[in-house]
């Protein structure tokens, strides 16, 4: 996934804006707007992670790959960039930070803010190391626009630590907790904490057990936390027939933590969930790469019953072709309860594959859930195969990143808003 062409393509021309009316199936004519073009010189440019609001309406994401440091090679270790709105309706971006591979380097997962403005985000590699290493980190903002970057914790810090971290939460005493892809006794991955008031020390909460024992393998995706500080994620490997999990993890005293399965992937081929995170309704959704009844991907909700047990309901299974496939993030609310997402495949463009969408799920009168494209990516000036989470802004317009695309080719990508 994080592998694209060494070379660009410098175009001239400053598009920065694209219009394209949708077909019938969707539900009122959209258009997106390019806000950023990521590749330019001392920029980022892969920006898989998806992106962030702060209370005045910036948008803030790490990019995997660039940044003005070397020390990963050509390709740089990777940036975090904010994004500004001018009067005029334009965007600026600042790189607020240049990862520079001494601790971590390509953030992969979705930043965080605290009640203080402080961003936390993981970094997922340490230079081109990208199994045991990665780092924690804090920027905290100063007066004069600038942000000072922390270490909080870097991987391993012992034997048998984590590695690859990937997405955190925070609790209401400012406490981190946060998924490691890998690592851990059994190289399988695990949940760690870090406690703010003891100088972020590191607790692991749970170490994932070995493959062929039929637990989970691999946490990744959204991570989510309940009021009673409960966590719940995925994994993307282990469980009965090795496709994943949803687990959640209970607090029991202030030492330790019970892991439950709420779900296991057995009957959805090459499953690869993308995490979960709840709803307005309490139910827990999220997304596969693969599986459904169609083989390119689906949209899953989670219903807790009254035994303690969750319910799981297929709400969409992709197609491919003019439809979306192969989702890489989650979904998000609005608040008329449509669900939004994107697809990295499907739709049009990209010699046949198509180069992804962003699409809509609506609740049915009668039950189930009807899809509305409301766009479809081409691979050129307007981005494509989009991943990280859409947010939306108080008036339901939607944002988000591709990896690909954009004025500078491939390498590249877009920040995106889609006019609803």
Request: some cysteine.
């Amino acid at each position: 996934m994080h592998s694209k062409k060494a070379s660009f393509i410098l175009m001239t021309a400053m598009v920065m804006f694209v219009a394209v009316v949708i077909d019938g199936d969707s539900a009122s004519a959209q258009t997106e707007r390019v806000l950023h073009n990521f590749g330019g010189p001392s920029d980022g440019w892969e920006p898989v992670g998806g992106l962030l609001f702060d209370s005045s309406g910036n948008l803030y994401g790490p990019t995997f790959y660039g940044g003005s440091n070397n020390e990963c090679g050509t390709k740089g270790c990777g940036t975090v960039f904010e994004l500004r709105a001018n009067p005029v309706g334009n965007w600026s971006e600042t790189v607020i930070y240049n990862l520079d591979g001494g601790q971590g380097a390509h953030p992969v997962s979705p930043l965080i803010f605290d009640p203080q403005g402080n961003l936390y985000g993981t970094a997922w590699c340490n230079q081109e190391y990208c199994y045991y290493q990665g780092e924690v980190f804090q920027l905290s903002p100063n007066s004069n626009g600038t942000w000072t970057p922390t270490t909080l914790h870097a991987f391993p810090a012992f034997l048998f630590d984590g590695g690859s971290p990937v997405s955190l939460v925070l609790d209401d005493s400012g406490n981190l907790y946060g998924e490691a892809q890998w690592g851990g006794l059994n190289n399988t991955g695990l949940i760690f904490e870090l406690n703010r008031a003891k100088g972020w020390r590191e607790s692991l909460l749970y170490v994932f057990g070995p493959y062929l024992q039929g637990d989970g393998a691999n946490p990744v995706g959204a991570f989510a936390r309940d009021a009673e500080g409960n966590l719940y994620g995925t994994t993307q490997g282990g469980g009965a027939d090795r496709l994943g999990i949803v687990f959640e993890l209970m607090p029991e005293g202030s030492v330790f933590w019970r892991k439950k399965v709420l779900y296991t992937f057995s009957d959805h081929i090459n499953t690869i969930p993308n995490g979960v995170s709840f709803g307005p309704d309490g139910n827990l959704y999220g997304t596969t790469q693969g599986g459904g009844a169609n083989g390119r991907g689906s949209v899953f909700s989670l219903t807790p019953n009254s035994d303690g047990t969750w319910s799981e309901t297929d709400l969409y299974a992709f197609s491919g072709g003019s439809d979306g496939a192969g989702p890489l993030a989650g979904v998000v609310f609005d608040g008329s309860g449509n669900l939004y997402g994107t697809t990295a495949f499907g739709g049009t463009g990209c010699n046949g594959s198509g180069c992804g969408t962003a699409y809509q799920l609506s609740p049915s009168p009668g039950g189930g859930w009807s899809e509305s494209i409301l766009y479809r990516f081409t691979g050129g000036l307007d981005g494509g195969s989009p991943g990280g989470v859409l947010v939306l802004d108080q008036v339901g317009n939607l944002y988000g990143v591709t990896g690909v695309g954009g004025i500078y080719g491939n390498p590249g990508g877009v920040v995106f808003e889609i006019t609803r």
